[in-house]
């Protein structure tokens, strides 16, 4: 049995990139599709929540220098992704990445964190979606039953009653509705997606524009929490929030708050999953990923800028305040005249949480299509519908499984998992750049990160130096969570993934289209 560092052979890699036909994803986005699809992953409960979360915790009006710093990591990531993007296109993303650099193991440690990422991510935004759509419906005067609406675990005292809930209907159902969309057609889905991405943009600039005229320039001194910050209290005159942590004032603040708001940039990277399905990846998959992060980071530092001079970010450290109430607050409390856009700002919730799950059931079932057929997931994930050409069991398992968790789990426990996941990716995707750029220097590759030599790897080191910065300044609770999260995944890959893995075996798959052959021995010198 091969090490379970053994490397997938990039000619096999790009022999399935390049592979057309039965049994392979269809090639039908182009460059703008691809940065709708980064937009719309990106532009969610990142901006209208998290903003206001950061600038509440840990960085005050310097959330502005908290998105620069999360973009800088970003960006350092984002040219790693696209150079490996463009030179192998194919599903899969950091998962398949890591397992041409830097072996089975590390790969499986990616596509396990990206579960955090995706699946999970997708099922938390689905249980907001439904708080939100219930905000909306009450502007109408109805909304949906609390025990329609809520996990068994939960209840609350409703008119003078205690409710408890029974099922969060709202959630699973708009789970269901996505990922029957995607088993349709990866066409139809971006279609889908770039009309909620050009509708909640405009939410967002009509926000920034109007805003801009109610600043209170005293809402920005000081512009990082001193670090003799007084806590904020309750009405009841209870601490909510101390600032005497390292990573909670001045720019240690910048830093926690750098680690709050990161997870409001993650999903280009779920462009590069997509890869496989770009028509002509070359070109396109470099374009849609930074692109999608360029026109994201100024939108985000502009809200930013306009959220916390508009209400001072004291205010959003009590609970009633601050989170999910946060932009909606500001509007009504410092905006007279237009309480219209609070109204305007939950729809563009909506419609941004509805994106943002499509991306991220697109992007977990293209990880597991590429873990699939490398043996290291059941086989069911990587069939494609006969018509369809999707991988539509791997998207109905996921239906199932993250629509139960939608249903009958609170949102809360998610915490900061998602971005643990999404950094730890960014990390070996980065450091694999430089693995690749050492041991295939003559590669083509029609997209090259700059300042990435052998020699001299300033970007792979600078991407995985802020982004392992990153996750050190998360929670020591999402830290432990995740570290349990991470372990489980080690049990699973030597009870299931090892014993299964095609590469393990002392075969791998070559597409027919590529050679005669169904299968070749690898590479002893990549075992």
Request: aromatic share 12%.
């Amino acid at each position: 049995m091969a090490s379970i560092f053994a490397k997938k052979p990039l000619g096999v890699l790009l022999g399935e990139a390049n592979a057309t036909g039965h049994g392979t994803l269809k090639r039908t986005l182009g460059a703008g599709n691809l940065v709708a699809l980064g937009v719309g992953a990106i532009i969610g409960a990142g901006l209208f929540v998290r903003t206001a979360a950061a600038a509440a915790q840990a960085s005050g009006p310097g959330v502005t220098l908290a998105f620069i710093v999360a973009a800088i990591g970003c960006v350092f990531a984002g040219l790693c992704y696209a150079e490996f993007a463009a030179m192998i296109p194919i599903a899969g993303s950091a998962y398949t990445y890591a397992y041409t650099t830097m072996g089975e193991f590390v790969a499986w440690v990616i596509g396990w964190a990206l579960i955090m990422e995706y699946a999970l991510g997708a099922a938390t935004v689905s249980i907001a979606w439904s708080e939100y759509l219930n905000k909306l419906l009450e502007v109408f005067g109805t909304s949906i039953p609390y025990s329609l609406s809520h996990s068994p675990f939960e209840s609350a005292v409703v008119n003078g009653v205690t409710e408890h809930g029974i099922i969060n209907l709202p959630a699973l159902l708009v789970i269901v509705a996505l990922s029957l969309l995607l088993v349709k057609g990866t066409q139809e889905s971006a279609l889908f997606n770039a009309v909620v991405v050009v509708l909640k943009v405009v939410i967002v600039l009509v926000f920034i524009a109007v805003g801009w005229q109610f600043i209170d320039p005293a809402n920005h001194t000081p512009y990082l929490i001193p670090e003799n910050a007084e806590p904020v209290k309750n009405a009841a005159g209870d601490v909510v929030r101390e600032y005497t942590e390292w990573n909670k004032h001045g720019f240690g603040g910048v830093l926690g708050g750098a680690a709050i708001v990161f997870f409001a940039f993650i999903g280009f990277d779920a462009v590069s999953t997509a890869a496989q399905e770009a028509k002509n990846p070359k070109r396109d998959m470099p374009i849609g990923i930074l692109g999608s992060l360029a026109i994201c980071t100024v939108l985000y530092i502009l809200f930013g800028h306009v959220l916390t001079g508009v209400a001072n970010w004291r205010e959003f450290a009590d609970p009633a305040l601050g989170g999910e109430a946060s932009v909606t607050y500001a509007i009504k409390a410092h905006m007279p005249g237009y309480e219209w856009m609070g109204t305007a700002v939950t729809v563009a919730i909506l419609l941004g949480f509805s994106s943002v799950m499509l991306v991220m059931l697109m992007g977990q079932s293209r990880v597991f299509f590429s873990m699939a057929k490398d043996g290291l997931m059941p086989k069911a994930f990587s069939e494609l519908h006969p018509r369809f050409n999707t991988p539509y069991k791997s998207n109905l398992i996921l239906m199932v499984f993250v629509g139960l968790f939608a249903a009958f789990v609170p949102g809360s426990l998610a915490g900061d998992l998602t971005s643990f996941g999404t950094l730890l990716a960014f990390v070996l995707v980065s450091l694999g750049v430089w693995i690749m750029r050492r041991s295939d220097p003559d590669q083509p590759r029609p997209f090259r990160s700059p300042f990435s030599s052998p020699s001299f790897p300033f970007v792979p080191v600078m991407g995985a130096l802020v982004c392992l910065l990153l996750i050190v300044a998360l929670d020591a609770f999402t830290l432990k969570v995740a570290m349990g999260w991470m372990l489980l995944g080690f049990i699973v890959y030597f009870l299931y993934g090892k014993r299964n893995s095609l590469l393990q075996k002392g075969i791998v798959v070559v597409p027919k289209e590529m050679d005669e052959q169904a299968f070749i021995e690898p590479d002893k010198d990549n075992l």
